[in-house]
Each structure stands twice: as C-alpha cells, then as structure tokens.
T-cell receptor, first 116, second 114 residues
Framework: DTGVSQNPRHKITKRGQNVTFRCDPI?????LYWYRQTLGQGPEFLTY????????KSRLLSDRFSAERPKGSFSTLEIQRTEQGDSAMYLC??????????????FGSGTRLTVV | GENVEQHPSTLSVQEGDSAVIKCTYS??????FPWYKQELGKRPQLIID?????GEKKDQRIAVTLNKTAKHFSLHITETQPEDSAVYFC?????????????FGQGTTLQVKP
C-alpha cells in the first residue's frame, strides 16, 4: 500500500553482524523518525531528521547505531555488532512540517529484527 | 526525564459498552497528545489527537479529553465493537525539543467481547 515503506520486513542475523534497514517516507514529508518497539511496549524514540539534517538522537542509542538521510528522501538505520538486546521492531514514521498535520502521522510497517 | 504513564494495561469490555484509557505525563510543556491503535502484527495508526489549546475532541465514537492542570488525558470509545480490539498507545510531545518527538505510554490491550 502507499505510504511509508520499510525494507526488509524481517531480518534474522547472527550476533556480532551488521545490519542496515531502509525507510522511504511519503514523498512530500520532510520529517522522518526512527522508533524501536519491543514486545508489549510502546514505541521508543531513536532519532529524527528534518530534510537531510539529523536534529536529535536518543541518549539511549549506543554508538553502534547510526542513521542517515543523505538527500532528504529515504533514510537508512545501521546497527553494527548486533546484540540479542537489539531484537525488536524498528519503525519509521514521517510527517510534514508544512501542513500543520500530526507530528508523527504515518508509520511504516516496520522491520522486525531478530538477533540469534 | 519525560515520561508517560498509561492505565490500565489490559481492558476487557462487552460489545456496546464504553472503554476509557487514561494517561498522565510528566512534562508540563507537552502540548500535543495523539492516540494510536495497533492491531496484532501491524503498524501503529493514528486515530485521534489533541493539542493543548482545547480540552476535548471527538470523532464519531472516539473522543479524547485533556486536563492540563492535572497533566492527564483520556481516550473514550463508545459503543465498542469487536473490531476495536487492539493495543492502544497514548503519546505526548514536548515542543521545546523542536522535533515533534513523541514519548509513548506502555499501551493498553483492549478486548471487546461479542
């Protein structure tokens, strides 16, 4: 369906490996967020981009996590040296600061990461 | 730090009854309060939101109320239907961060029994 697109939908990786996820926001949206959701919990903020600028990064995010949005369109989230505690659903969301709409209006379907 | 508490964690009602979910927030500067519905295995979907300049907002069977003095807000679902069964999350946003970052509650699993 149309909207925020995330790939892959599922990723199983061995502990210590690097993984990269991609998010394609709604085309006219300049705001892009990454959240992480573990089972039974609400989404937890990871990082925020306005256009290509990364304006905020959660203090909970270790230096193994890095995110980019090089051209202000799609974004990637990379996790280096994965740990079992990284297993979660990684959600991307986008919105527009121009329309006065919801701050985090549309989530993607997420990438479910399992670290074995 | 910023914190949002949500209650109850589970709620079971009979079809046709009303359901109320409550949230409290810690940051008095928060001014935007959305609610999301998440069905099993699916993405969170925005169902209603409220800004701090109003005390209540209604959309068909769903309403949200806000008490800024007490720093709490509630979701009200009337005439519940089985398809309302899902996990509901409240959230709050602090404008001083200038990012629209949302702090989410822990979620309420709503079960509507036919």
């Amino acid at each position: 369906d149309t909207g925020v697109s995330q790939n892959p939908r599922h990723k199983i990786t061995k502990r210590g490996q690097n993984v990269t996820f991609r998010c394609d926001p709604i085309s006219e949206h300049n705001r892009l967020y990454w959240y992480r959701q573990t089972l039974g919990q609400g989404p937890e903020f990871l990082t925020y981009f306005q256009n290509e600028a990364q304006l905020e990064k959660s203090r909970l995010l270790s230096d193994r996590f890095s995110a980019e949005r090089p051209k202000g369109s799609f974004s990637t989230l990379e996790i280096q040296r994965t740990e079992q505690g990284d297993s979660a659903m990684y959600l991307c969301a986008s919105s527009s600061s121009m329309t006065g709409g919801p701050l985090v209006g549309t989530f993607g379907s997420g990438t479910r990461l399992t670290v074995v | 730090g910023e914190n949002v508490e949500q209650h109850p964690s589970t709620l079971s009602v009979q079809e046709g009854d009303s359901a109320v979910i409550k949230c409290t927030y810690s940051d008095s500067a928060s001014n935007y309060f959305p609610w999301y519905k998440q069905e099993l295995g699916k993405r969170p979907q925005l169902i209603i939101d409220i800004r701090s300049n109003v005390g209540e907002k209604k959309d068909q069977r769903i309403a949200v109320t806000l008490n800024k003095t007490a720093k709490h807000f509630s979701l009200h679902i009337t005439e519940t239907q089985p398809e309302d069964s899902a996990v509901y999350f409240c959230a709050a946003s602090n404008p001083s961060s200038n990012t629209g970052k949302l702090i989410f509650g822990q979620g309420t699993t709503l079960q509507v029994k036919p």
